[in-house]
Nanobody, 126 residues
Framework: QVQLVESGGGLVQAGGSLRLACAAS????????MGWFRQAPGKEREFVAG??????????YYADSVKGRFTISRDNAKNTGALQMNSLRPEDTAKYFC?????????????????WGQGTQVTVSS
């Protein structure tokens, strides 16, 4: 099992940046696919970004809505992941969740992930 804890959320003006962190404990985090999802009030949880396990080369993939603005990364030595968010927009406002799973493929559905953090709120003001 792996336990995940997100941090770094907050209030930012449109056009600003935030960096979310995901601290993992338990088994070797580098062997897991990691993803970031977000959920706004009244909406379904949606995929934001994913990164493959270290042994696979750590390929990254993004939702079209954040491509070019967000960057997912991982630091296996520290057992952490991160989501750098630039050029933030009001529509990026949501609770952001870190997720992990041992499956190796492009994982873009919440049902693909077995391990979740509690989430961190991101609010972008216009």
């Amino acid at each position: 099992q792996v336990q995940l804890v997100e941090s770094g959320g907050g209030l930012v003006q449109a056009g600003g940046s935030l960096r979310l962190a995901c601290a993992a404990s338990g088994r070797t985090f580098s062997a897991y696919t990691m993803g970031w999802f977000r959920q706004a009030p009244g909406k379904e949880r949606e995929f934001v970004a994913g990164i493959g396990p270290d042994w696979s080369g750590g390929n990254t993939y993004y939702a079209d809505s954040v491509k070019g603005r967000f960057t997912i990364s991982r630091d296996n030595a520290k057992n952490t992941g991160a989501l750098q968010m630039n050029s933030l927009r009001p529509e990026d406002t949501a609770k952001y969740f870190c997720a992990a799973d041992t499956k190796f493929r492009t994982l873009v559905s919440p049902n693909d992930y077995n391990y979740w953090g509690q989430g961190t709120q991101v609010t972008v003001s216009s």
